[in-house]
């Protein structure tokens, strides 16, 4: 008796340590899956648009010592991600961005200086850099809906877009969020039952 109160004493100091928390079956919304450069998974999250007109994933790749989101161009065949006022290419380490239910994400309009207006919103990391948030936002430049890094640094908060060999910086774009109220109406659809009188 003695022995059995011991250990539930232990198991309680433990979870109070700061032990880790199983995710719930609901709370799996989205994940980072290996990119091997070749397939799109099936529930890879849609990004931007090409200037073909067609989806754009968005990536996360590892280089230089640092987690960067990354643009994954299906049709180019090119993961590119900016760094220091430069598009770069990446070939290895590289994840992509998948989600359960694709229309629990949305793209919130903010910019430089208005980013605490998002208080409360689920931003998704993009990756992770030196006294900076990085998360995943994108514009509308020429004739390309485009995916980049947005960087919330301690002075400012700014997109970045890997376009043409260069980078270029916006102070005004959409960041990615996820908001995993948004009910999946889709899964009742599939239940529905059509009851033909015939
Ligand atoms: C953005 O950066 C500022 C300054 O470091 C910080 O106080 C704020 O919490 C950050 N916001 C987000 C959404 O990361
Ligand atoms: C359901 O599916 C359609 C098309 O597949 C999609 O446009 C829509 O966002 C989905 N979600 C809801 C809640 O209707």
Request: glycine content about 10%.
């Amino acid at each position: 008796m003695r022995y059995y109160v011991v250990i539930v004493l232990c198991y309680f100091i433990d979870l109070s340590a700061g032990a880790f928390v199983m995710e719930s079956e609901n709370e799996a919304g989205y994940y980072w899956r290996e990119f091997d450069g070749k397939m799109i998974p099936h529930d890879a999250l849609p990004g931007g648009i090409n200037s073909g007109g067609v989806t754009t994933y968005i990536g996360q790749v590892y280089a230089r010592n640092l987690v960067i989101p990354a643009k994954i161009d299906i049709v180019k065949g090119t993961v590119t991600y900016e760094w220091g006022y430069q598009e770069f290419r990446a070939t290895e380490y590289i994840k992509i961005l998948c989600a359960r239910y694709p229309e629990q994400f949305q793209w919130l309009s903010t910019g430089n200086g208005y980013i605490s207006q998002l208080e409360g919103k689920h931003l998704i990391r993009g990756g992770y850099g030196e006294n900076a948030d990085i998360y995943i936002g994108r514009i509308q430049l020429d004739d390309e809906l485009a995916l980049g890094k947005v960087f919330n640094g301690t002075k400012q908060t700014t997109l970045h877009i890997p376009k043409d060999g260069k980078g270029t910086q916006h102070a005004a774009f959409q960041i990615l969020s996820y908001n995993p109220s948004i009910s999946n109406r889709n899964d009742s659809n599939d239940c529905q039952v059509v009851i033909n009188p015939y």
